[in-house]
């Protein structure tokens, strides 16, 4: 397999494996639904996407998201230290879907597996993320008139 079609290849499957998961997403907010916008920022929101768009390693967003549930824990905020940890969690498996793509993706020989595991990891946790915070963020006019009334 050329360099290009293992390229094409693994971008279908990655593409594949978002829209499958975009649900899984959808269900982690909405199940903090009652958090969001107040106790769970936008500013929050973004700052996680922008280091999942930014991390070299899923290490990094694991230590963003660490931080985060640490934070509110601090604070006495326990309900907003479960989105964390729940979010940690959720992330956490997505290991697990990148060991499963890779097994399906015949790596070329130059490539380190482990190296190549955790890249894949750290882009689908990317993708997750946005899908979490697009899900997040969206809003029915019915929402929109409660949140002004509070």
């Known amino acids: 397999?050329?360099?290009?079609?293992?390229?094409?290849?693994?971008?279908?499957?990655?593409?594949?494996?978002?829209?499958?998961?975009q649900a899984d997403a959808a269900r982690l907010a909405d199940s903090h639904r009652d958090l969001l916008p107040r106790r769970i920022t936008n500013a929050q929101l973004h700052g996680l996407g922008?280091?999942?768009?930014?991390?070299?390693?899923?290490?990094?967003?694991?230590?963003?998201?660490?931080?985060?549930?640490?934070?509110?824990?601090?604070a006495g905020?326990?309900?907003?230290?479960?989105?964390?940890?729940?979010?940690?969690?959720a992330l956490g498996r997505l290991r697990g879907e990148a060991q499963t793509l890779l097994k399906g993706l015949p790596l070329?020989?130059?490539?380190d597996s482990r190296q190549a595991l955790d890249t894949l990891h750290r882009e689908l946790t990317e993708l997750y993320v946005q899908h979490l915070i697009a899900h997040s963020l969206y809003r029915t006019p019915g929402e929109e008139a409660k949140q002004e009334k509070r």
């Open 108 to 111: 070329p020989v130059e490539v």
């Open 50 to 74: 922008n280091v999942a768009r930014s991390a070299r390693r899923y290490a990094d967003v694991e230590r963003f998201i660490r931080h985060q549930a640490e934070k509110a824990g601090r």
């Open 1 to 21: 397999m050329s360099d290009l079609e293992y390229l094409l290849v693994r971008k279908q499957k990655i593409a594949a494996w978002s829209d499958h998961w």
């Open 77 to 89: 905020r326990l309900d907003v230290q479960g989105y964390w940890n729940d979010l940690e969690t």
